[in-house]
């Protein structure tokens, strides 16, 4: 699964002031890579992310994902490929509060039409995947911010996304559970995942083989590092502490 | 996907049941005023057509006097124009006439021993029991042979005979009408109260010449009651009754009647046409209420979308469709409508049981009643939840994420 964008701009109007979030991005992300985009606040991270994650459309530009025009999709099209392609996770977690985190995670397939048993056996799975086999009938509230992001995670894992992405996924979190997401996060790259993330801190980027740096809704620098740092949850598929 | 929608339809509902169960409210009183208030019209409209039917069926009556143009009668049974001549000339001279029967009434006290009771006497022909519904119960009426000799004979009305022989059997024994000596040779039939709350059953019939010369003292007639062959002959009847008599009393063309004839089935027409209107009054007044509840599930609905708009927001990026929005918050309106118009069921048919029961009420809970208000309850909460709905599934996913 490859990502594709070209000259993507995003623009928004605001009264008489017109805010380039975007302003001619283009990147090439290879499937199985692992991904960070770096950048100041209000550089326009989120508005790349939620259009790559394809929740929102560009003003302009072409984004292939897959070799498919994703840009002049239909909202249900959209929908769709939210569904099956791309798996999101966002900064502050998005669950459902009334539903038990096995049912949050079983949710997205409930929009891919998988019967029910099957839904909750996959769901246990993937809670399984993230150490939280033992919380399945938690409520988001009964549960910690770092247990509450690995339900978001395991959520989206049921369908199998080829991609993952994560606005900043660490950003509510200390460090001890941001390094056991990431520790996560890099669990599935190895599996062959394809992983975005936005992050801020210098030390989560450096777990990832690929920085991009944005500022002012531009790409201004790629970088590869040759060496990737450790991160620091070794115990990756199996975070022991909750 | 329709069950999963209906499923996190009823999640949703359950999560505010309070909320659910008030806007099912407006619902409840209103499919259950719609149908307690038209079993009160239909109850009405039963009443009115039973006790009109039992008078007697293709009925005609001509009674003595003019009716003005208002339908006043004047001078009412004091009018002297109705001769016995008339009646026979009705039962001879017109087509499609199956019965006659001229009649003379007043009130007499009746002496039993010593019961006594005072009632409406009835001089008639035996063809009375036909053209007016009656039956015997026991014995006989009089025959033809007992009018033309002014027979003491009667026969008597189930309420004169509770009164009068209590446990007893009235047949064979000898009352006193007016001080005169009448054996009883037959009971009637219980018929009940007639539309204008009269006991039907409260009577006498003795034969016609008895009561004309043995009591009254008169030769003329109070009612002649004509039966039709049948319902499309009536109005014909009607009119050459009207001839007739015009040509028998000699009126001159430009005077107006001195005698009324009136048809039963015309009266039903009217009385039909009214109670209709009385059912569809009610049951309009008790639909607006239906039509408020309707807008209650709007109102909800609407508050609802805006305080689960970043749910719908979750659901959207996730994967959740325009369809799979619009079906979960169809569905949860529907179920109001649905579960408040079952709910209504019930109260209505409880309300039109409780005013039968409390206020004496003749009501008639009509099935069609029952399924149009149910299906209208489905309806509104159709029609009013699908603005809501299309509102929500319209969401923008970023737009609804953002929402605080
Ligand atoms: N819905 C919107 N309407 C108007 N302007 C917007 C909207 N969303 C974002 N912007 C503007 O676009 C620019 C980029 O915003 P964006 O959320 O992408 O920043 P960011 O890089 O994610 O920042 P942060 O690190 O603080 O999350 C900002 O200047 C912001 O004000
Ligand atoms: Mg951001």
Known sequence: MTIALRDITKIYQMGDTTVHALAGVSLDVAAGEFTAIMGPSGSGKSTLMNILGCLDRPTGGSYLLDGEEVATLSDDALAVIRNRKIGFVFQSFNLLPRMSALQNVALPMVYAGVDKHARLEKAAWAMGLVGLGDRQHHRPNELSGGQRQRVAIARSLVNDPAIIMADEPTGNLDTKSGNEIMAIFNDLNAQGRTVVLITHEPDIAACAKRVVHVRDGKIIRDERNQEVAPCSGKASSSPSKA | ?404
Do not use: C
């Open chain 2, 1 to 404: 996907m329709f069950w999963e929608s209906v499923l996190i339809a009823l999640e949703g509902l359950k999560a505010n049941k309070m909320r659910a169960f008030l806007t099912m409210l407006g619902i409840i009183i209103g499919v259950g005023a719609v149908i307690a208030m038209v079993s009160i019209g239909m109850g009405v409209r039963q009443k009115v057509e039973t006790s009109i039917a039992g008078l007697g069926s293709n009925l005609i009556i001509v009674m003595p006097g003019a009716t003005t143009p208002s339908g006043v009668r004047l001078a009412a049974g004091s009018s002297t124009t109705l001769t016995n001549g008339d009646a026979q000339a009705i039962g001879r001279e017109i087509a499609g006439v199956s019965a006659v029967a001229p009649s003379v009434q007043r009130s007499y006290q009746l002496v039993y021993g010593n019961q006594n009771w005072t009632t409406n006497v009835l001089g008639t022909t035996p063809e009375y029991l036909e053209v007016r519904n009656f039956a015997v119960a026991a014995g006989t009426i009089f025959s033809s042979k007992d009018i033309d000799t002014r027979a003491r004979v009667a026969v008597i009305g189930q309420t004169v005979a509770t009164n009068l022989f209590g446990e007893f059997s009235p047949l064979g024994q000898t009352i006193r009408i007016n001080k005169a000596p009448f054996r009883v040779i037959g009971v009637l039939e219980a018929k009940g109260q007639s539309s204008m709350g009269q006991d039907q059953d409260d009577t006498v019939i003795v034969p016609l010449t008895t009561a004309q010369e043995r009591l009254l003292g008169v030769t003329w007639l109070q009612n002649i009651s004509v039966q039709a062959e049948s319902p499309e002959v009536i109005d014909k009847v009607q009119e050459d009754i009207t001839t007739l008599l015009r040509t028998r009393h000699r009126l001159a063309p430009g005077v107006p009647d001195n005698f009324t004839v009136r048809n039963l089935a015309a009266v039903m027409a009217t009385a039909q046409e009214t109670t209709s209107t009385i059912t569809l009054l009610l049951g309009n007044i008790a639909a607006i209420s239906l039509v408020v509840g309707g807008i209650g599930i709007m109102n909800i609905m609407l508050v609802s979308v805006t305080e689960r708009t970043r749910e719908i927001g979750i659901r959207k990026a996730l994967g959740a469709t325009f369809n799979n929005i619009l079906l979960q918050f169809l569905i949860e309106a529907v179920v109001i409508g649905v579960t408040g118009g079952l709910i209504g069921i019930g109260v209505g048919m409880a309300g039109s049981y409780a005013i039968s029961y409390f206020a004496g009420w003749n009501t008639v809970v009509s099935p069609i009643s029952i399924i149009v208000a149910f299906g209208f309850s489905v309806l509104i909460g159709l029609f009013f939840g699908l603005y809501p709905a299309r509102k929500a599934a319209l969401l923008d996913p970023i737009d609804a994420l953002r929402y605080e």
